[in-house]
């Protein structure tokens, strides 16, 4: 069988599957969630096991350090799956739920019900968690799912997906609904943005590389996010002992994800206080600096002048940017042009600048006084996400259960017909 005609064959599996879960019970999908986070705290020496095979391969071949970071399936991370198996398990259901229930004048009752999207596809890249996490929202939605993971995870990914077959066929639902590619060519991937008639949304999730080549082959609808060029302002009105706190951790805790800070904008009243003070808890962190001319006298040695391509660049490092700006207005007018509607902050005790900032900073979380970190379906009480939107049609931001559904109108009559 060629690559065509493998790809052919899953996306009709996957759409035959869909058909039994939009129909499942809430406690038919939560049986499997609950299933699946048993089998994953028993068999944890086994996904070990599968994940030291690519960790080894990987290390071999030379992958940089915030992929191999984003491939470790730690102890931690584990325990991270399970949780996030019985917190979506906890959640409300939202298919069938009908909403906006109105009468029209000719007596009719006219409202939208929630139903699943139907094959979601998700391409994504060395995280084999995401296995797990886009497995159990797609299922609670109602959704059959087409997972193809990175060349990296391989053996993970295999191994995570018998789990979730086991727990599919041990509540009596088909294994078909979550289907893991078997094999790492990468013709498979344009295959299966061909197969429009099985698969409804198509969601990747990766480098910006990654995510403009299936928005190029794609024909059905994309969700997606290019790359998360965070921005965090300082305004004039700052708590500074709070600022350097929150600067620290959104760029220090993990660089390498699509929600670590990557530019430091800091007004002008506060720069001179604040700046050395950045750079002494972030030097320490091992991070350094490209700022523009009025920030690098504050910045010592870890600085070096910021180059134009510096701004609006997703360092996935232990780099961050840093200008000084005269205004609020400048700091939007920055973002506006190099943000990349993902995550932006405010750091500000006046309550009307950071109103106004939320309201006109254009990304899919913008948070007051704390760190950007917290867009994560996880962190925002989704429980896992299947990934961040910046698309707005449809969703815009953490995806989690409600954002793999959609809503169709419906209409209860008593005998209406259109005059």
Known sequence: MDIQEMMLSVGQRAKLASRSMAKASTAQKNAVLIRLAELLD??????????ARDLDAAEKEGLDA?????????????????????????QDDPVGEISGMHKRPNGIL??????????????FE?????????????L?????????????????????????????????LPADAVQVIETTERAAVPALCKLDQYIDVMIPRGGEGLIRAVVAEATMPVLKHYKGVVHAYVDEAADLDRAVKIVLNAKAQRPGVCNALECLLVHKAVAEQLLPRVAEALSAAGVSFRACPRALPFLGASAQPAAENDWGMEFHDLILAVKVVDSM??????????????????????????????????????????SSRFNDGG?????????????????????????LTGAKFVVFGEGQVRE
């Open 379 to 403: 962190q925002l009480g989704l429980g896992a996400e299947i990934g961040i939107s910046t698309s707005k049609l449809h969703a815009y931001g953490p995806m989690g259960v409600t954002e």
């Open 329 to 370: 207005d400048e700091a939007l007018d920055h973002i506006a042009e190099h943000g990349s509607n993902h995550t932006e902050i405010i750091i500000s005790q006046d309550h009307d600048t950071a109103m106004r900032f939320m309201r006109e900073a254009d990304a899919s979380m913008v948070a007051i006084n704390a």
């Open 66 to 90: 915030p992929r191999m970071d984003r491939l470790r399936l730690t102890p931690a991370v584990i325990d991270a799956m399970a949780l996030a198996c019985r917190e979506v398990a906890a």
């Open 110 to 123: 006219v409202g939208r019900m929630r139903i699943p999207l139907g094959v979601i596809a998700m391409i």
């Open 42 to 51: 028993s068999r944890r020496d086994e996904i070990a096991a599968a994940n």
């Open 140 to 172: 609670k939605a109602g959704n059959a799912v087409i997972l193809r993971g990175g060349r990296e995870a391989f053996h993970s990914n295999q191994y995570l997906a018998t789990l979730l077959h086991e727990a599919l066929t041990d509540n009596s």
């Open 126 to 138: 060395s995280r084999p968690n995401v296995t797990v996490d886009s497995g159990i929202l797609c």
